[in-house]
């Protein structure tokens, strides 16, 4: 129950903490428009929109490059300018009124899959969340595929959701990009069958055992033969049984584990 909260507390963490960053940190490009508002000089104020090759152009001042720059530097930038022989001791607010159309796409195991527009910087977690969240069938990794600034390469990364989500890995939680194609993977599943309170299908998790797995499956019955029990696992294409399995034997997945009854 401790680890639970604790796993709560930390996916609330990670999907809420980039939003105390977002303003300083979000990146101003083409679309995006600009309200810029100088303290004390009204008629040097205006709302722009940042062109194709990543300017704006503002009073006094012409046309400035401030593609790649966050807010907070393109306020910089314009109170330096303006303190230039302009103003003394200017003070310059930046604000983004209006976000350029970036759209990334979401498949998979999610309860809401499609495209989505990206309002600002928005990370993995966020998009997901955005997505209505993960079915309870979704495995423990994601895939997105990005197309390089140029358009010509498509690469492709790789997401461990049980990193990100199980321990903590914010390494994991990428910054979705412009185009982005993200597929959340189907999880992979064992079957526990005979004796066992729960026989059921299982979601498989890395170093799963046996007895981990019989735990899942609500653990042995009362007639349970517990230094009986089998594996049945497809090995290159043919069926194989494993007797007497140890309780540290590793599942994999499609891994049937079956559990005979005790005669004594």
Do not use: C
């Not at 302009?86 to 759209?103: G, N, T």
Request: cysteine-free; overall charge neutral.
């Amino acid at each position: 129950m401790k680890k639970l909260i604790i796993k709560q507390i930390w996916i609330v963490f990670l999907l809420f903490f980039p939003l105390l960053t977002w303003a300083q940190e979000y990146t101003v490009g083409e679309g995006d428009v600009l309200n810029i508002n100088v303290y004390e000089n009204k008629d040097l104020s205006t709302t722009v929109r940042v062109s194709s090759d990543g300017t704006i152009r503002v009073p006094l001042l012409g046309e400035l490059q401030v593609e790649g720059l966050s807010v907070s530097q393109v306020s910089a930038k314009i109170e330096e300018l303006f303190a230039d022989g302009y103003l003394v001791d200017p003070q310059v607010d930046v604000f983004i009124s209006e976000h350029k159309s970036k759209k990334a796409v979401i498949l998979g195991q999610i309860k809401n899959p499609g495209q989505y527009e990206l309002r600002g910087r928005i990370t993995f977690l966020e998009f997901i969340s955005k997505a209505g969240g993960l079915t309870e069938a979704a495995g423990n990794r994601a895939t997105i595929k990005r197309i390089s600034d140029k358009g010509k390469q498509e690469k492709q990364i790789e997401i461990s959701l049980q990193a990100l989500i199980n321990k903590g890995d914010t390494s994991q939680n990428l910054i979705i990009q412009d185009n982005d194609s993200i597929y959340i993977s189907k999880a992979e599943t064992y079957y526990v069958s005979g004796e066992v309170n729960k026989p059921n299908s299982y979601k498989h998790e890395p170093d799963l055992t046996v007895i981990k797995a019989v735990t899942m499956a609500g653990g042995f019955s009362k007639i349970a033969a517990k230094n009986k029990v089998k594996i049945i696992r497809v090995v290159n294409g043919k069926e194989s049984i494993f007797e007497n399995v140890n309780m540290d034997e590793p599942i994999l997945p499609n891994d049937v584990i079956v559990v005979p009854e005790s005669f004594f």
